[in-house]
DNA sequence: GGACGCTCTTGAAACCTTTCATCCCAGGAG
DNA sequence: CTCCTGGGATGAAAGGTTTCAAGAGCGTCC
């Protein structure tokens, strides 16, 4: 008996798990509606194949069972994500969110959603959202990057998620990328003040390890050789990233220099810093442009609204955002993609921050 | 014969549809290491459940066919996601992006990850944002809302989609809530200008559907009542939305004013249209604060390096975005959680922009 | 009146992973 | 020598959608 009654216990035992609170998929639409699964998916994405009252019907029933449509299932099946992605270095500086705003334009043009994401410039966080959004199987990811040898993103292209690289020129030849010319960028910041009369020269921006960085410091110093300076005019302020509050910071250090070594003018290597050393320098006595003209670069609204209106090197940030994502809905969708390089030139605007200065 | 052959012709002709190039799937790699497709995904999920030996078998197995887990298929399976989605106003306005690297932070020690979604104060795309999101079934979602009455909006939660409304505080009892005292911060900025003897004074804010617009408008006439003002000293200048481009609109229009029924104090419902706002009289030949006093709101980075320091009424953006992704984890993690409604004091930051007016 | 064409609908298969009840096997206890 | 135990590995089932070959219903044409 004791036997018995231990075969009759695993009567309805075999629940699995418990399900998020009552989802009603195709299946019980398809029951509501009395119509087939297969009428219901063709509501949801041939609408146009099945006949008006069926579709009502089944709209109805949709509407009444709270119906939504399980997007994992429909890419596991369906096979293609309707997202792309954009990686930004740094969401708090106005010049990402300007691109962003660039791609976000594109991509709904083409119907398609963005999800951003910011990497802080820390190449873990990095890394982790390109994993992530490979295994998304996102559309295609948008990248501006941190590490551009990165294996990771190398790799991503040939197993099928197409990339572009943003506001970086890559030599790598599996994915199309969008830039501006950050050499000719840094050329024209420094010709600016050495037309101007300055002599001491300091570059502002870090970390090195960042290509903008590099690439405006070796158009400064490009500029320096054209004109016949040593290299020792340029005196260099390394940042530990590309933010307000290092770019105070590089104000602290550079005003505490005494006068007749301090450097007469200051390019940055981006506005950010610009804003952030132009606020500790007047705070600490120095005046702007008299006792230290400054150059920042991308011209973001705020440089104008600056204590001191910035002279920067403009970007055309959402053509860079736009063009990026059309080049990426070109490879998903044409064939016979061929990668790009695109470059775009930077422009020098000049105000009050570096005029009239010596 | 004819029949025959016929019969014989649909050999292997059953291909559905191209899939994606060379997707190496669970299958292939417990095939290629010689074991289960259960002992792959205990390698994946459970690693301290297999030996070492087979562990390490797989793993080179994944590795040499670059295996990418298909996220939509573990999803649909294991019914969870670990992205959870932040749904911003406007990714160009610092207020936005500082909450939002709160939010990353919270999420980032949960092991979750963050999508930013941005609805430019556009209705429709805050609903196709929502919609997306749910679909995807994201962990839950963080908005600061357009349309706080979206029945979109407040069916998520009891459709299984956890909601935390950031920076609003709404009587709906569906969610949890963190915002700032806005009406609050409006009678601060309004007293504060008071206080320093202003008698016309201009609220520069809009669209009038935005919460925050709204409740910092009657902090602003509360302030006056309080003080036994007549409602027409506040002249309302309304924007189209609130940045800087619709601050400098709102000074032009201000400084076209008379001098007699020009107002001699603006407060504005961000520090982006105060921004604009400041720009645009200061180019127009106004003094500030001598002519026209300036408050902001948000204390955003750029308010202190403007061209006059901005009085500002300050938010703890971080910890606000902070505090609504940590009630957001509890509300998925935690069966007995109580929607709670935070609400945090904001605080006025008095700078050069009203010092010593009148 | 039979064949054909057309529009709409149907339902089984496939997508890739995770889960869990079983099974296997070696070693220890009786 | 058998029985048990427990660590590991197994593989069928399930999860919700899309797809597509095939079927149903109905009007038209010769």
Redesign the interface.
């Known amino acids: 008996m004791s036997v018995d009654d231990a075969e009759a216990v695993p009567e309805r035992t075999r629940r699995r798990?418990a399900?998020?609170?009552h989802?009603a998929g195709v299946k019980a639409v398809a029951a509501a509606a009395g119509v087939s699964l297969g009428t219901v998916s063709n509501v949801l994405n041939r609408p146009e194949v099945v006949s008006p009252l069926t579709r009502a019907k089944v709209e109805a029933a949709m509407a009444s069972l709270?119906f939504?449509?399980?997007?994992?299932?429909?890419?596991?099946r369906a096979?293609s994500s309707r997202?792309l992605a954009y990686v930004m270095l740094d969401?708090?500086n106005?010049f990402f969110?300007?691109v962003?705003?660039g791609v976000?334009e594109a991509a709904?043009a083409a119907g398609l959603?963005?999800?951003?994401?910011?990497s802080?410039e820390d190449v873990d966080?990095e890394a982790?959202?390109l994993d992530?959004l490979?295994?998304?199987?996102v559309q295609g990811i948008l990248i501006t990057p941190i590490d551009q040898n990165s294996s990771r993103l190398r790799?991503l292209p040939s197993?099928?998620t197409p990339v572009v690289v943003v506001d970086r020129a890559l030599d790598d030849a599996s994915h199309c990328s969008v830039a501006v010319n950050d050499v000719l960028g840094g050329e024209l910041a420094i010709s600016h003040l050495l037309e101007l009369g300055h002599e001491r020269i300091a570059y502002v921006g870090g970390p090195n390890t960042i290509g903008q960085v590099i690439d405006r410091r070796d158009g400064a110093r490009r500029a320096l050789r054209t004109a016949g300076r040593p290299m020792a005019d340029l005196i260099e302020l390394t940042t530990g990233a590309l933010t307000?509050a290092e770019g105070r910071g590089a104000g602290q250090r550079l005003a505490g220099l005494p006068a007749d070594r301090r450097p007469t003018a200051a390019f940055c290597a981006n506005d950010l810093l610009a804003?952030?050393l132009?606020?500790q320098c007047v705070s600490l006595g120095l005046r702007v442009p008299e006792d230290l003209a400054i150059v920042g670069y991308d011209d973001i609204?705020?440089a104008?609204?600056?204590?001191?209106?910035l002279t920067s090197v403009r970007q055309p940030r959402q053509l860079l955002g736009r063009t990026a994502a059309e080049l990426l809905l070109d490879e998903s969708s044409n064939p016979d993609h061929e990668h790009q390089r695109v470059t775009f030139t930077p422009e020098l605007v000049v105000r009050t921050s570096t005029r009239g200065t010596l």
């Not at 490979?134 to 199987?137: G, P, S, T």
């Not at 104008?304 to 209106?309: H, L, R």
């Open positions: 798990r399900p998020k609170p989802a709270g939504v449509r399980n997007e994992s299932a429909r890419q596991l096979g997202i969401a708090g106005p969110t300007d962003a705003k976000e709904q959603s963005v999800f951003l994401c910011t802080s966080r982790a959202y992530l490979e295994q998304q199987r790799k197993r099928g307000v804003l952030g132009l606020q609204e705020f104008e609204a600056a204590a001191v209106p």
